[in-house]
């Protein structure tokens, strides 16, 4: 089954960072549009931040502007999530996804065309 895999996640100190990966090893990722997602306990899954294969550019939601960056090596096949000043409320399940009809990010939120979740990387903001 081919999926993208995360890791990077782990327990840190509110204002702390990490950065998050996600492996495509079997997706030719210069094709695609590539998603963050998050999934806090009890809530709905979000799309966070989007990476777009034409030109790099990113869109991120207003609750991570300004403090997470998005960015994508496509000969490593890798998507990256650079998290700084987190916060409590960060704290959630992190997942990346493939927008399989778009090179360029649509809308956060919008799509309904993300394929190849991964099991997904977790991430504690606590003291």
């Known amino acids: 089954q081919v999926q993208f895999v995360e890791s990077g996640g782990g327990l840190v100190q509110p204002g702390g960072s990490l950065t998050l990966s996600c492996g495509a090893p079997?997706?030719?990722?210069?094709?695609?549009?590539v998603g963050w997602f998050r999934q806090a306990p009890g809530k709905e899954r979000e799309e966070i931040s989007c990476?777009?294969?034409?030109?790099?550019?990113?869109l991120y939601a207003d609750s991570v502007k300004g403090r997470f960056t998005i960015s994508r090596d496509n000969a490593k096949k890798t998507v990256y999530l650079q998290m700084n000043s987190l916060k409590p409320d960060d704290t959630a399940v992190y997942f990346c996804?493939?927008?399989?009809?778009?090179?360029?990010?649509?809308?956060?939120?919008?799509?309904?065309?993300?394929?190849?979740w991964g099991q997904g990387t977790h991430v504690t903001v606590s003291s």
């Open positions: 996804a493939a927008d399989i009809m778009r090179r360029r990010c649509a809308v956060l939120g919008q799509s309904r065309e993300y394929r190849y």
């Open positions: 079997g997706i030719t990722l210069g094709d695609y549009a």
């Open positions: 990476t777009s294969a034409s030109d790099s550019s990113a």
